[in-house]
């Protein structure tokens, strides 16, 4: 049996207002049952968050570097709806709520289709490197603004 080996990484695509990005779901995503483990949705929801950035110009390792400003997870609420199984194709979608001035509050949903396996509410603060939080960045700030609701 072959298979044909298509395309690279995605960093996903922005719809509606939401950054969407696919993934498949492997072996390793799995714990004894056949289901996604419960704390592997956090990765894919970090992922999300990521290749949005990535998608708006603003990687974290290139803030990091030049602006010194760096994420962190402050808070974390989430709903476990439906469990995913080996093989299955989902998207991550985020979508910015409200940009504060030094954070941002994300609502991020996993889904199968139009089924919502996982709904997280993030919110994300800007920090330096010395921990001490920071203002969004005007650059990333401005981009996330014209995203449409």
Request: hydrophobic residues 40%.
């Amino acid at each position: 049996m072959s298979a044909a080996i298509s395309g690279g990484p995605t960093s996903g695509h922005f719809s509606d207002g939401a950054h969407v990005l696919p993934l498949r779901i492997y072996y390793e995503d799995t714990d004894a049952a056949g289901i996604v483990y419960y704390a592997n949705y956090l990765k894919f929801a970090e992922r999300g968050r990521t290749e949005m950035m990535r998608e708006l110009g603003f990687a974290h390792s290139e803030i990091a570097k030049e602006i010194g400003t760096l994420f962190t997870v402050r808070r974390c609420s989430i709903d476990y709806r439906a469990p995913a199984r080996l093989d299955d194709a989902l998207t991550v979608d985020t979508r910015v709520v409200e940009i504060g001035g030094a954070t941002l509050l994300l609502d991020q949903q996993i889904r199968r289709d139009e089924d919502i396996l996982v709904h997280i509410d993030m919110l994300v603060a800007c920090v330096g490197r010395e921990g001490r939080p920071r203002r969004v960045p005007a650059g990333l700030r401005a981009a996330l603004i014209k995203l449409p609701s």
